[in-house]
T-cell receptor, first 114, second 113 residues
């Protein structure tokens, strides 16, 4: 158990819908990361927050947005869902915002868009 | 642009045999390098990391990796594989000013009895 929690574990929805994925970082970690894992794209970095502020952005679609709240939990919002958005979405956390800090990964949320 | 290549998509080894998983990276500066393991239905777990210093790094579960700057490689090794090592392995490179990790496509390890 990494100490990072993600809810829900599974999510099945239809095209055009909107969903919210939630992540609670490990106690004491200030930085949160979102990654998408799909069969065709592999494991891709989406976005990073540090202490409530956006720190880095990767290949995140405009239909996707995220935020980190004052209690440090984070939410990833996916809207106008398409079949290709079906993937495993991981959240990770670390104490500091740079790569020389170990990132601890949650178990992921599996999103299926029908 | 930063990138990571894992040339082997799938590797099968016999239990007790040695293992080497290849990783090549492209990065402008001195890279932060990582190996993660993902068991079926699980998240990623860090096996080991390289930031600087000794180019041979030891990790958990008996794994080690060697950083070779001249070859832009960071290959993962284990002298004797156990059936429980069957999983997917990811090499990643990190940025020095953010936590962004760029992952390779992964190598699936199958262990034969």
């Amino acid at each position: 158990d990494s100490g990072v929690t993600q809810t829900p574990k599974h999510l099945i929805t239809a095209t055009g819908q909107r969903v919210t994925l939630r992540c609670s970082p490990r106690s004491g970690d200030l930085s949160v990361y979102w990654y998408q894992q799909s069969l065709d794209q592999g494991l891709q970095f989406l976005i990073q927050y540090y202490n409530g502020e956006e720190r880095a952005k990767g290949n995140i679609l405009e239909r996707f947005s995220a935020q980190q709240f004052p209690d440090l939990h984070s939410e990833l919002n996916l809207s106008s869902l398409e079949l290709g958005d079906s993937a495993l979405y991981f959240c990770a956390s670390s104490v500091n915002p740079t790569s020389n800090n170990e990132q601890f990964f949650g178990p992921g949320t599996r999103l299926t868009v029908l | 642009a930063q990138s990571v290549t894992q040339p082997d998509i799938h590797i099968t080894v016999s239990e007790g045999a040695s293992l080497e998983l290849r990783c090549n990276y492209s990065y402008g500066a001195t890279p932060y390098l990582f190996w993660y393991v993902q068991s079926p239905g699980q998240g990623l777990q860090l096996l080991l990391k390289y930031f600087s210093g000794d180019t041979l790094v030891q990790g958990i579960k008996g794994f080690e990796a060697e950083f070779k700057r001249s070859q832009s490689s960071f290959n993962l090794r284990k002298p004797s594989v156990h059936w429980s090592d069957a999983a997917e392995y990811f090499c990643a490179v990190g940025s020095s000013n953010t936590g962004k990790l760029i992952f390779g496509q992964g190598t699936t390890l199958q262990v034969k009895p």
